[in-house]
């Protein structure tokens, strides 16, 4: 009866959409509202020990749904949206998130981290993402733009807020699978160079690179972004990056930045923030991503003043990141069986809760993504105003 209590304690608090839960005993409790047919079904096949839930509640429910100790009926997305709209709920009682991992951010360690992550195999993302192959939040110019459009839209978004002009140099931190820079070179005309950690992902664009006959345009580096040497570059961009560098290291990626940006440049940083302040999640830092760490804006802005940069524009695309998540979930469940095939359903199940989890994180105001515009002080070279 006491374990009861524990999981009453857990969820009582944290549906207000009508919820009913199947316990491994086959008693069965409901939650949330009394009227109508429950929104979601949420059966325990067995027991989780209590000690688990209480030293990280997302950590243990998340292991229990990888390993089909619990089933869920509904969709996915919206009771997780329902668990972060309860302030009381297990999201936020800090009762039931004591643990969250002890991490470091060494040369050596970010380079394991982003290796476990995007060098799953570029068969692996092929399979769900656009021709593209871009990881990272969309820019939706209208809801009906298909996916692959609105990852384009983002490069245009980018670029245009750069004030970029032909001829000039362009160094993108983290530079997935080379989308931005192949762009940069052949619509804009500058001279693009491109780092990552991702074997992957660099032997992707070195492979384009020969093929359309860009030696001249496009490089691409395997390197860390803290082995860059004070290049001057006229542009700066930086998209879904600063979220692996952990907290300790912000102070230090926004000085390379500043650094490596020319006196009359302008940076574009773009990536997970949190407008309520830093957080990490137990379950995405040890299954989905190593070291994450998703920064608050106060706190990168103050990273970013104290390295003398200027911020000039701020702008948040939270709902494109939600519709980003909820195309790539659709593209994901239609290619079920070969994500199975060539894993397994445990790591299907994993990414699948991944991608719901992160689009109610996004839906509910939890995280935010935001494009940080930067310059130097003092730089009154560039237009008033940015397109778009």
Known sequence: MLDKEVYNQL???????????????????????????????????????????MNNASLALGEAYMEKRIEIEGNLQELIYDVYNQAEGFFHNNN?????????????????????????GNDFYELWLDSTLTYSCAYFATPEDTLEQAQINKVHHILDKLFIQPGETLLDIGCGWGTLILIAAKEYGVKASGITLSEEQYHHIQEIIKKENLEDQVSVRLMDYRDLKDEAYDHITSVG????????????????????????????????????????NGWINKYIFPGGYVPGVTELVGHMTENDLQLIDLESLRRDYQLTLEHWTKNFHDVKDQVIEQKDEAFYRMWDLYLQACAASFQASNIDVIQYLLVHPNNNNIPMHRKG
């Open 96 to 120: 039931f998130k004591k643990w969250l991992p002890k991490e470091k951010h060494t040369k050596k360690q970010s380079q394991t981290d982003i290796h476990s992550h995007y060098d799953l």
């Open 11 to 53: 969820f009582k608090p944290s549906f207000s959409k009508k919820t009913q839960v199947i316990f491994w005993d086959g008693s069965v409790k409901e939650y949330g509202e009394t009227s109508g047919e429950p929104a979601f079904k949420i059966t325990f096949h067995e027991k989780i020990p209590v000690k688990d839930l």
């Open 241 to 280: 990056m600063f979220e692996h560098v952990g907290a300790e290291n912000l102070q230090e990626y926004f000085k390379i930045v500043e650094k490596n940006l020319a006196a009359n440049g302008t940076a574009l940083i773009h990536g997970i923030s949190r407008q309520q302040g830093g957080a990490k």
